[in-house]
């Protein structure tokens, strides 16, 4: 699982893909959750990645 920080909240996803303007947020089955222009995503968060004191951010 996934999360992408907005300024105003969060999105949960499955998966995610980068393209020029943006992050397209998907579903497990591959469907769209939102588009996310790179101007409004604070960040990345994979919720499954566990280092201690560490978090993915992208």
Do not use: K, W
Not at 33 to 47: D, G, H, R, S
Request: glycine share 8%.
């Amino acid at each position: 699982m996934f999360r992408a920080i907005l300024p105003d909240g969060a999105i949960e996803c499955a998966e995610y893909d980068l393209g020029e303007q943006g992050v397209d947020l998907l579903t497990e089955s591959g469907e769209l959750i939102a588009f996310v222009p790179y101007a409004n995503l604070v960040a990345l968060v994979n919720e499954e990645f566990e280092s201690g004191e560490d978090r993915a951010i992208f």
